[in-house]
């Protein structure tokens, strides 16, 4: 059961901040890319798009070397720590947050996208790991969303892609560089998505078989369907390697 009096504020306070903080590092940032001659020649909306994955590449990848060292481990051996969990949530969610404020005219899937991850954070504030509950499926789908962390760098990287039959050397290197990103980025995301559904799977089975399958699961599995649906579209596009500039 939810109770407010559980309610994690400091944590949540903790994630706003740090939302906050990943919000001031687009300027530095757009700075930075400005010297990037196709960088330039985007309008603004699609700036902060590209901004916005490097952002959120490099905060996943962080999180998934302390993921390595700490979190997994102690999944694996059945310990689940509320304040590691929401330290995860945290890092995670705060680009979310932010970019919902800092990037023009993102799609409609996205910003829903990014609604129910701040949502299922603030469950997480909410409710502890410690028993079998929805927080340790959220905090599985955290951790397996983490590890594909290449796929953001692939959605900035593109807009760097050069088309054309007479390229230089130095364009030819970054398209192969580009290029090897995408692949590493759908196989990684791949087997990350599919032992994630197997997870969800199996514990759905497993509360339904033994009659506690109840409101709050529905919830959350209904929750994730917008998610799913982006992982799908997404691997799909990947795999064919569309390079809409």
């Known amino acids: 059961m939810l109770e407010l009096s559980q309610f994690d504020f400091k944590y949540y306070s903790f994630f706003l901040i740090i939302s906050y903080g990943v919000y001031l590092l687009y300027r530095p940032v757009k700075i930075a890319l400005d010297n990037n ?3 330039k020649k985007y309008d ?6 590209i901004i916005k994955n490097f952002i959120k590449s490099a905060l996943m990848a962080i999180i998934f070397v302390a993921m390595v060292f700490i ?22 969610v705060s680009n979310d ?19 129910t991850t701040v949502f299922l954070f603030t469950l997480i504030c909410t409710i502890s790991t410690e028993e079998e509950n929805i927080g340790r499926l959220i905090v599985v789908y955290t951790i397996f969303s983490c590890i594909p962390f290449l796929v953001n760098s692939y959605l900035g990287l593109r807009f760097f892609y050069t088309r054309g039959n007479e ?15 995408r692949i590493l ?13 197997l997870y969800h799977s199996y514990f759905l089975l497993k509360k339904i078989s033994i009659g506690e399958f109840n409101f709050e699961y529905l919830i959350y599995y209904g929750l994730l369907i917008p998610i799913i649906n982006d992982d799908i579209i997404l691997l799909s596009w990947l795999k064919n390697n569309k390079l809409d500039l």
């Open 37 to 39: 001659e196709k960088f």
């Open 185 to 197: 980025a759908y196989y990684i995301y791949l087997i990350c998505c599919i032992l994630n559904w």
């Open 97 to 115: 947050l932010a970019g919902l404020f800092a990037v023009p005219n993102l799609p409609k899937s996205t910003k829903l996208h990014h609604y």
């Open 71 to 92: 979190f997994i481990p102690n999944i694996l051996n059945d310990i689940w720590v509320d304040t590691h969990n929401r330290l995860i949530g945290v890092f995670y």
């Open 44 to 49: 603004t909306p699609k700036q902060y798009y």
């Open 167 to 181: 390229l230089t050397d130095k364009e030819r290197e970054v398209n192969n560089i580009i290029d090897i990103n």
